[in-house]
Each structure stands twice: as C-alpha cells, then as structure tokens.
C-alpha cells in the first residue's frame, strides 16, 4: 500500500512538473523576443534594458509591414513585441492580434507628444499600442548639383532635371504626394481626385524621371547621379560620407505636407513574456533611452519630446515639418483604386 502511493505521489508531482514545464520555458525563461525591422532599436539601448532587468532580448527583423503580418497570420509564435506601422496597427488591432497595454507598468505615457497622440484615431487611448517613431518620405536636393529650386513636390516637373531624378517605388507615397500637392488628402478614395493626382504624375513629373527607386536611390545620390530624390532620409544619409553631407544635401519635407508613418509598438496576442514586454516599452520611452534612439539614427523628434534636453546630434531635418503631415489610414477594400492607377502609372 505505502509502495502504491508513494507511486501515486511520484507520478503526481512528475505530472506537475511535465505541466509546469512550458511555462518554465517560455514565459520565465528570461527572454525578450522582439520582431523589429532591420536596425530600428539601438543595441546600446537593448543592452541597458538587459543590463537593468536581468534578461536577454533576441531581435528576429523584417523590410516590410506584409512580410511581418504575412508570418505571424500564418502562426508564427514566441514573439512578445512587433513595430508595425499604424495601417498595420489598426488591421491587428481589429484582428484581435495584440495584447492590451498595462497602463500600471506604463509611466512614461506621460512624455508622448500631445500632437502625435491627435493622430491615432485608430487608438487614441493607447490601449493596444504605443508609438515609436513618426516619420515621412520627403526630397532630397544635391546642392551641389541644383542651386535654385522651390521646395515642392512640383520639382518633379523640372524638366531641366530630366534623367536626374527619382521618386519611389510605392504608390501610396507617390499618389499621396500628389494628392497632396493639389490640396486633397493622401486618403481621399475619391475616383475623380485619385485620376487627377495620377494624370499629374503621368505627364509632369514621369516623363522626367529616371525610374521609382525604393532602394537604391540612396547609392545613387552619394554617387552624384541623381540630384533629386524621393525616399526617406535615413537612406540619403546613410550613404553620403558624413563630412559631406552638410555640403551635399538638402532634406526636407515640402509645405503641402504628404503621407506620414507612424510606427508603433504593440505586444503580440498570447505573448511569453507579456510583463517583461511591457517593461521594455515603458523603457523605450524613458526620455534618454529615447534620446539615444533618435542620436543613433538622427531622426526628428516627434513622438517623446522630453527625450530633446537629452539629445547630442542634430536631426536630419526639422521636427516642424512633420506637423504637416498625415497619416496614410487603412483603406480597407478602397486600397484597389490605388493599385488600379499605380499599375498605369508604372508600366504604360
């Protein structure tokens, strides 16, 4: 009899353990799991997080929002913490992707700019997501190359610029700049309006340029070959040597404004880690752990302005011209009257 329970006993406390065990591994395992595009977080700042909390954070990366829905729709798990950009956001969000914020073990709310929070109708509580960073396309000028312009998105009508210019490869940046430029909104699904902006890219502004470029514009400019471009900073910058760039380019953001990103944080559905993911993005927005993001790349500062007393480099370009800025929203099924124009626009 002592025997028989003694077995029962064994078997009950093994059975425990065995049940015991995925949570010992995948919740307190002492592992962040981020899914993060390619360098957006600063290794200086992941290792002061590990430093502080005792853990250590594994970054998997991705190029584009579709790639990273596209994996987790198809059951990828183990990730406590994606970064996609608000369209993307507002899709998960309604999906039931993501996990609710924990506003107990998120302090820092305090330091996110009014301004910005303005623009997340998707989520203007912050309940399933916190931003990280806001950021636009705008056009960079080799100065060096073309000594008077208007900085316009109507410099693409330049035609003594022909063969010197690139916009890029993307239609809502494109059509939204566009649209922009004639005082309609970068959302509008307007049929009327959408023709309007692409007859304007069809006749003024293509017939001048190189090709739509996403990529390698960036080499492009260093090299001197093309003197107007459409893209984002960080690719313009990331190529020119930096003792040269102050005397090569001109970054800015036109006045009629444009389409805007805003990326932000968000903790997946079932995450591992759920409270230790809610650490991390209360330390992200701890002003000089964000400082040191916005120092690394030299982005503007828009989303924690706190973090400004605690910078050292100067921005790419003006905080101040983002304002103008709007947010490319979601447009559901809408989304195919851009594809429809934007497959005109590059192959006829």
Not at 72 to 77: N, R, S, Y
Not at 209 to 226: H, I, P, Q, R, T
Not at 270 to 298: K, M, S, W
Request: a negative charge.
């Amino acid at each position: 009899m002592k025997r028989t329970i003694l077995l029962m006993i064994g078997v009950a406390i093994f059975t425990a353990v065995m049940l015991s065990l995925p949570s010992l591994f995948q919740k307190d395992d002492g592992i962040l799991y981020l899914y993060n595009w390619t360098y957006y977080t600063p290794d200086e700042v992941l290792r002061q997080f590990e430093k502080e909390y005792n853990c250590t954070v594994k970054v998997d990366t991705y190029d584009s929002n579709e790639v990273m829905y596209a994996k987790l729709k198809a059951g990828a798990q183990g990730y406590d913490i994606a970064f996609p950009s608000q369209d993307f956001t507002s899709l998960m969000i309604n999906q039931g992707m993501v996990e609710q914020i924990d506003h107990d073990r998120f302090p820092n709310i305090k330091y996110i700019n009014p301004e910005c929070e303005k623009l997340m109708t998707f989520d203007p509580n912050m309940e399933y997501q916190v931003p990280y960073y806001f950021g636009m396309a705008g056009i960079a000028v080799n100065k060096q190359k073309v000594t008077d312009y208007e900085k316009s998105w109507n410099i693409f009508a330049r035609k003594d610029l022909k063969g010197h210019m690139t916009m890029m490869d993307d239609m809502r940046e494109v059509i939204g700049d566009a649209l922009a430029y004639q005082g309609e909104s970068v959302n509008t699904t307007d049929v009327a309006k959408l023709k309007k902006a692409a007859d304007l890219i069809n006749t003024e502004w293509k017939p001048n340029l190189v090709k739509f470029d996403a990529e390698g514009f960036g080499k492009s400019f260093a090299a001197g070959d093309f003197w107007v471009c459409q893209g984002y900073a960080e690719v313009v910058f990331g190529e020119v040597p930096e003792d040269k760039q102050d005397e090569m380019i001109d970054f800015f953001i036109p006045p009629e404004g444009g389409p805007a990103t805003l990326d932000c944080m968000v903790i997946l559905k079932d995450a591992p880690h759920y409270d230790l993911a809610n650490e991390f993005i209360n330390f992200i927005h701890r002003p000089e752990n964000y400082a040191i993001f916005i120092d690394t790349f030299r982005y503007p500062c828009v989303v924690n302005l706190e973090a400004l007393q605690y910078t050292k480099e100067p921005s790419m370009y003006p905080a101040e011209q983002a304002y103008n800025c709007t947010l490319k929203a979601d447009l559901g099924e809408n989304l195919d009257k851009y594809h429809e124009l934007w497959q005109e626009i590059r192959f006829n």
